[in-house]
C-alpha cells in the first residue's frame, strides 16, 4: 500500500529557509498528482503546492512566490524548497498523493493519501 514519510522540518528564524521531502513508496509513482498541506494549531488543513504527474504547479496565494514544489520521479520523492519564511508559516506539513480526478486540489477530502507531518516553526 501508498506509504508517504516526510522529513526536513526543523526550526529557523524569521526569512531563513528549509527543503522538505517527502519519500513515496508501495506503488507506482510517476502519474501520481502529489501536494503538500499545512495545519497550524488551532486552523484547518491548508493546501500549500500540487504537482501533477507532468511537473505542473500551482500554489496557494499565501506562498507569493516564496515556496516551490518539485518532484523526483526516479527517486521517487516530492520536495517543497521554502524561502523567506514568515513566522505564519509555522505549522505541520504533510505530503498527499492522489487527487481524485478533475477535483480542487485544496480540498482535503478529495486526496487519497497522507504522510504523518513534519513540524515547522518558524521564529
Known amino acids: 500500500h501508498v506509504q508517504l514519510v516526510e522529513s526536513g522540518g526543523g526550526s529557523v528564524e524569521a526569512a531563513g529557509s528549509l527543503t522538505l521531502s517527502c519519500a513515496f513508496s508501495?506503488?507506482?509513482?510517476?502519474?501520481?498528482?502529489m501536494a503538500w498541506f499545512r495545519q497550524a494549531p488551532g486552523k484547518g488543513r491548508e493546501a500549500v503546492a500540487a504537482?501533477?504527474?507532468?511537473?505542473?504547479?500551482i500554489y496557494g496565494d499565501f506562498v507569493e512566490g516564496r515556496f516551490t514544489i518539485d518532484r523526483d520521479n526516479a527517486k521517487p520523492t516530492l520536495y517543497l524548497q521554502m524561502n523567506a519564511l514568515r513566522p505564519e508559516d509555522t505549522a505541520m506539513y504533510y505530503c498527499?498523493?492522489?487527487?481524485?480526478?478533475?477535483?480542487?486540489?485544496?480540498?482535503?477530502?478529495?486526496?487519497?493519501?497522507w504522510g504523518q507531518g513534519t513540524q515547522v516553526t518558524v521564529s
Open positions: 504537482a501533477d504527474a507532468d511537473r505542473r504547479t
Open positions: 508501495g506503488a507506482t509513482y510517476s502519474r501520481r498528482c
Open positions: 498527499a498523493a492522489d487527487l481524485v480526478t478533475g477535483g480542487d486540489w485544496r480540498s482535503v477530502d478529495l486526496w487519497s493519501y
